[in-house]
């Protein structure tokens, strides 16, 4: 069966960090790109970063640029996302998902969730 | 980059049709034939229903369907059910490897 499973999400001081890391299985992990997308509670999803299969090449939001960074560890088929300097508005569900056909994100973990707060 | 435009939310009966619209820029949805949608419900991740704006991945109900012209993207669910109702979200490939998502739209069946 092909999974993610999301694990590192918890509560953070304002200026603090955290890194998620994102288990795949059932697939073969170093044959894709991967993401992270994340979701305010009550709010759409928002994209916040990729990166491609062999870990050489990186994108991100604006709103993350230069606070997080996206890495990968295909021979532990895991995914990870550091978190720095964190602000009350990173506070959301983050799931890592599969980059599929057509740009899209077509499978997705179940989230973990990272709540910024004194 | 901002976020595509949804209708906040859309309602239907059993057996009946709806339309949601997803509207963007010529920078997004304009430039690209890569919308996605995605439907949600309470407490799971969302899950890929429509891609590159009218393919349907293995396992969607052919029921669901999508189409676009110019900066505007639409899904539309046929003969709905009551495991319709849930949020449904659009994106789009915005260009310079970056992705977005539209705001959500609530499906209600009624």
């Known amino acids: 069966e092909v999974q993610l499973v999301e694990s590192g999400g918890d509560l953070v001081q304002p200026g603090g960090s955290l890194r998620l890391s994102c288990a795949a299985s059932g697939f073969t992990f170093s044959s894709y790109s991967m993401h992270w997308v994340r979701q305010a509670p009550e709010k759409g999803p928002v994209w916040v970063s990729r990166?491609?299969?062999?870990?050489?090449?990186?994108s991100y939001a604006d709103s993350v640029k230069g606070r997080f960074t996206i890495s990968r560890d295909n021979a532990k088929n895991t995914l990870y996302l550091q978190m720095n300097s964190l602000r009350a508005e990173d506070t959301a569900v983050y799931y890592c998902?599969?980059?599929?056909?057509?740009?899209?994100?077509?499978?997705w973990g179940q989230g973990t969730m990272v709540t910024v707060s004194s | 980059q901002s976020a595509l435009t949804q209708p906040a939310s859309v309602s239907g009966s059993p057996g009946q049709s709806i339309t949601i619209s997803c509207t963007g820029t010529s920078s997004d949805v304009g430039s690209y034939n890569l919308v996605s949608w995605y439907q949600q419900h309470p407490g799971e991740a969302p899950k890929l229903m429509i891609y590159e704006g009218s393919k349907r991945p293995s396992g969607v109900s052919n029921r669901f369907s999508g189409s676009k012209s110019g900066n505007t993207a639409s899904l539309t669910i046929s003969g709905l059910q009551a495991e319709d109702e849930a949020d449904y979200y659009c994106c789009s490939f915005a260009g310079s490897d970056s992705w977005v998502f539209g705001g959500g739209t609530k499906l209600t069946v009624l």
């Open positions: 990166i491609n299969s062999d870990g050489s090449s990186t």
């Open positions: 998902a599969r980059a599929g056909s057509g740009y899209t994100f077509d499978i």
